[in-house]
């Protein structure tokens, strides 16, 4: 028998053993099932960025995770505008003059240098104003929040994730403009999410670099939309590595794809700087 001090009240062993047992027996059931919410949280979660990682490997995005975390400065964007000839598609250097194609920019990205071309945006179809109307101005926060967000339970689900997923990639890397918001030329790639990888992307690369170079050129603007950073990459493999190394032309080129995993964010930051240069002597000798 136990008598607690200061109290009348006697209890025994047993008590206590059942005490101790019931209660242990209730925290672990209460854990137990905190757990299983959680591990059926996490497993939800688990469930949806694989669904997500699926969607982006369908529509051949992948290639995404291979481009180092680097922002292509102001600086190298603007030097590297100005010296593209957009009427023969060429970036001129000291070490010689790059003809920029779609079979480049497919060798950067490790995607096909063909396909259908992208639809253009129809003002009578109804589906397209549609989506006109739900995307048009979105900001990109408001893109990328919804992409981290977004459900993927049914089809329309993963199709609406494909889109704003697309825009997302098109704004801040592919077809990037100066505008907050997304605008008109943004909307033709997610007019028909069906099947993207069917569509020529290193034509449409090329397309949206080159009018945003002539608009800068024209238009004497103090920005440069346009994928640069596949610009960059086409300069320095050609200036530093390709040319002056071992392969000769860009063209010829035998180093495996994708192009961009080349090059670490240091060696980056480094080369930019001697394009700069070399860039700057250049148009320096055109004046």
Same mark, same amino acid.
């Given at each position: 028998?136990?008598?607690?001090?200061?109290?009348?009240?006697?209890?025994?062993?047993?008590?206590?053993?059942?005490?101790?047992?019931?209660?242990?027996?209730?925290? *672990?059931?209460?854990?137990?099932?905190?757990?299983?919410?959680?591990?059926?949280?996490?497993?939800?979660?688990?469930?949806?960025?694989?669904?997500? =990682?699926?969607?982006?490997?369908?529509? *051949?995005?992948?290639?995404?995770? +291979?481009?180092?975390?680097?922002?292509?400065?102001?600086?190298?964007?603007?030097?590297?505008?100005?010296?593209?000839?957009?009427?023969?598609?060429?970036?001129?250097?000291?070490?010689?003059?790059?003809?920029?194609?779609?079979?480049?920019?497919?060798?950067?990205?490790?995607?096909?240098?063909?396909?259908?071309?992208?639809?253009?945006?129809?003002?009578?179809?109804?589906?397209?104003?549609?989506?006109?109307?739900?995307?048009?101005?979105?900001?990109?926060?408001?893109?990328?929040?919804?992409?981290?967000?977004?459900?993927?339970?049914?089809?329309?689900?993963?199709?609406?994730? *494909?889109?704003?997923?697309?825009?997302?990639?098109?704004?801040?890397?592919?077809?990037?403009?100066?505008?907050?918001?997304?605008?008109?030329?943004?909307?033709?790639?997610?007019?028909?999410?069906?099947?993207?990888?069917?569509?020529?992307?290193?034509?449409?690369? =090329?397309?949206?670099?080159?009018?945003?170079?002539?608009?800068?050129?024209?238009?004497? +603007?103090?920005?440069?939309?346009?994928?640069?950073?596949? =610009?960059?990459?086409?300069?320095?493999?050609?200036?530093?590595?390709?040319?002056?190394?071992?392969?000769?032309?860009?063209?010829?080129?035998?180093?495996?794809?994708?192009?961009?995993?080349?090059?670490?964010?240091?060696?980056?930051?480094?080369?930019?700087?001697?394009?700069?240069?070399?860039?700057?002597? =250049?148009?320096?000798?055109?004046?």
């Amino acid at each position: 028998m136990l008598t607690i001090q200061g109290s009348n009240k006697i209890i025994s062993l047993s008590q206590i053993q059942g005490f101790y047992k019931t209660g242990v027996l209730k925290f *672990r059931a209460v854990t137990e099932s905190r757990a299983k919410k959680r591990n059926k949280t996490l497993n939800a979660t688990l469930k949806t960025l694989n669904a997500k =990682l699926a969607e982006i490997e369908a529509i *051949r995005f992948d290639f995404l995770h +291979r481009v180092p975390q680097w922002h292509v400065k102001q600086g190298i964007m603007l030097q590297l505008a100005r010296a593209c000839d957009v009427e023969t598609n060429t970036l001129r250097v000291d070490a010689g003059d790059i003809r920029i194609t779609a079979e480049l920019i497919g060798n950067v990205f490790s995607i096909p240098s063909r396909g259908d071309p992208i639809p253009e945006l129809q003002k009578k179809n109804a589906s397209h104003l549609a989506i006109k109307r739900e995307f048009q101005k979105k900001t990109t926060t408001q893109l990328r929040d919804f992409v981290f967000a977004c459900p993927m339970e049914t089809e329309q689900q993963r199709m609406t994730f *494909r889109r704003y997923f697309i825009l997302v990639v098109l704004k801040m890397f592919l077809n990037p403009t100066s505008q907050q918001t997304i605008s008109p030329w943004h909307l033709p790639p997610i007019l028909d999410v069906s099947n993207p990888r069917r569509f020529y992307w290193p034509y449409q690369i =090329l397309k949206w670099l080159r009018d945003a170079i002539r608009k800068f050129q024209d238009e004497n +603007r103090e920005t440069c939309g346009g994928c640069m950073f596949m =610009l960059l990459v086409l300069q320095i493999n050609y200036v530093l590595y390709f040319q002056r190394l071992k392969h000769g032309l860009l063209h010829a080129c035998q180093v495996p794809e994708p192009w961009i995993v080349e090059w670490t964010t240091n060696e980056l930051d480094k080369k930019a700087d001697h394009v700069i240069s070399q860039v700057q002597s =250049l148009i320096i000798s055109f004046l």
